[in-house]
């Protein structure tokens, strides 16, 4: 093999999209961040370079093309060269990778203040780029303050980048997530969002986000967080006005949704819910979140809870002179959702009627159908901005986005319908690498589409198939330890055999590769420290490919792991 064995579809997609005329900065950014997370700065640079000779009015692809320039190493003067003179044609991202440049060469202290220039200004701006970029500036400037001898402030920056017990390669720069065993997994950092008047939005203090609406008759809360801690520590930081809970609304059953509605339910509070919550709450309590990092200590509860009205159609209410829509949903997620609509601000609330797993991967739920139909009733409703229940969510699957994604992922289903009546398995129909064109025209769909492209498709493949499959899975059964008996038998019972596979399967990027080797590996030989090391570094390499877009892969690598990672501060 010269090659991968797999491939990143999610990359040669965005290269795709990234070429086509109106292509949305943001699908630029992932690919090239994407492209960096994958140590991929040789093709980053060849695709980048060639985009800044197609445009060369354009500032971003050359100082992309100059920032995997630099990476590669070698004399980094004309590396330079392309970084300074998009910096001096466009302020904001240009600065933004020369920073990062600049910083990741050779330690000099003069090519370091001027990384420390860049970078603090882009600080200085913060709020103009994604959290999720602030990452990777804290960490270069964690390196370019210690290169001028600034130590304190290093340490400082190297705390708030989240990355300090990292390895020093480490390529997780580029995403908002953080987990700890204690605290559990988090979209983004702890912060209180105003989007309209009289409401405020609680993100990054659990694994949910939840709202608080102030009326005149009180306070309306939307969701219930994971933990009551959770949601007290919400509340105690919040400027709300003094009165009461006078209404619980809550968009659907999941577990982090519910799990602190005693923090907020009093006397007098009405708790509404759609009126299949309570079956979609017994299933619930009989499911088991299988990764301790999910919720953390004491998450994953589903207490009982006896709404005082249940929806069943779309349903206005006036509390204390705010006039709310209620339409409850099939949804993607669960069959109980119901959004909230308010008229004067134009604000959907939607909870996880958008969740890209189509219901959590390891529950029997989710509807590729029931998101088609949500979206087309979104489309209906034709709010001006959509707050969905996690921040990922919200900054993702905005309501520009829509139209695109529901004619895009309208054809992907027919798409998979036809792969399965020809009987394809389902990698097989993965490995199509769907995009269809229709996204030509509505840029801001991209990213929202690769987000939930292929877990839509599993989706519908596992709810059409049966549990034997076209390619022979599932008809025979084996445990894990009698697939590493065969895979040792191949081995020669040799231990260096999977040392070996593995290492050249992680040199070439076949990171989930190489873990179905050294997972049976291990139990064949569970002493093995050089296996063991592999399996690290095989793990963190799949949480660096998932930092940006699949958040339930990347905690859950980070669990089996044992990595911990903290909130970009």
């Known amino acids: ?240 006005p003094a009165g009461p809970i006078s209404h619980l609304i809550l968009t659907h059953a999941h577990f982090d949704h519910v799990g602190g509605v005693d923090a907020l339910r009093g006397p007098g509070t009405q708790v509404v819910a759609a009126a299949a919550f309570p079956a979609e709450s017994a299933d619930q309590r009989r499911n088991t979140v299988p990764f301790g990092y999910f919720l953390g200590n004491g998450g994953g509860t589903v207490p009982e809870i006896v709404p005082d009205r249940l929806i069943g159609e779309p349903t206005t209410l006036t509390i204390g002179g705010t006039e709310l829509v209620l339409h409850p949903t099939p949804g993607g997620e669960t069959s109980d959702a119901l959004m909230i609509y308010l008229p004067a601000s134009g604000v959907l609330f939607t909870g996880d009627v958008m969740m890209p797993y189509l219901g959590a991967p390891f529950f029997a739920e989710g509807s590729p159908e029931g998101l088609l139909e949500t979206l087309a009733s979104i489309r209906e409703v034709r709010p001006a901005a959509l707050i969905q229940g996690h921040t990922t969510l919200t900054e993702t699957f905005t309501i520009e986005a829509i139209p695109g994604l529901e004619a895009a992922l309208t054809l992907l289903r027919d798409q998979v319908l036809d792969g399965i009546r020809r009987g394809l398995a389902l990698a097989d129909i993965l490995d199509g690498n769907e995009l269809p064109d229709v996204l030509r025209d509505h840029p801001k769909a991209v990213l929202p589409y690769l987000v939930i492209r292929d877990n839509f498709s599993a989706r519908l493949y596992h709810q059409r198939t049966g549990y034997w499959k076209p390619d022979g899975q599932g008809m025979e059964p084996m445990t894990a330890g009698q697939h590493a008996a065969a895979l040792d038998l191949l081995a020669a019972g040799r231990e260096d055999a999977f040392t070996t596979a593995a290492r050249t399967l992680i040199g070439q990027g076949d990171h989930a590769l190489a873990l179905q080797i050294i997972e049976p590996g291990l139990l064949c030989h569970p002493a093995s420290t050089e296996l063991a090391a592999l399996r690290r570094t095989a793990l963190h390499r799949l949480m660096e490919q998932t930092q940006q877009l699949d958040p339930f892969r990347f905690l859950i690598y980070a669990d089996l792991a044992g990595v911990e990672i903290g909130p970009i501060r």
């Open 1 to 240: 093999m010269t090659g991968p064995i797999t491939r990143n579809r999610d990359i040669e997609s965005l290269k795709v999209a990234a070429r086509w005329p109106g292509a949305d900065q943001a699908t630029v950014v992932i690919l090239a961040t994407r492209l960096a997370a994958a140590r991929a700065d040789a093709d980053g640079y060849s695709w980048f370079q060639h985009e800044a000779d197609t445009h060369p009015d354009r500032a971003l692809p050359l100082a992309l093309a100059g920032f995997f320039q630099a990476r590669l190493g070698g004399d980094p003067g004309d590396a330079l060269a392309k970084l300074d003179k998009a910096a001096d044609a466009e302020l904001g991202l240009p600065h933004f990778f020369r920073g990062l440049a600049l910083a990741a060469l050779p330690p000099d202290p003069q090519r370091a203040e001027r990384a420390i220039q860049d970078l603090e200004f882009v600080l200085a701006v913060g709020d103009q780029f994604p959290l999720a970029l602030l990452r990777a500036v804290q960490h270069a400037l964690a390196a370019a303050y210690a290169t001028v001898g600034k130590d304190d402030l290093a340490a400082e920056a190297s705390r708030r980048s989240g990355l300090g017990s990292l390895p020093a390669d480490s390529q997780l720069q580029y995403g908002s997530y953080w987990v700890t065993a204690e605290d559990g997994f988090r979209f983004t950092s702890p912060r209180i969002w105003r989007p309209a008047p009289d409401v405020h939005v609680v993100q990054g203090y659990d694994f949910c986000d939840f709202a608080f609406i102030t009326t005149s008759e009180g306070i309306i809360a939307i969701d219930a967080g994971t933990t009551q801690a959770r949601v007290q520590a919400a509340l105690a930081e919040l400027d709300l």
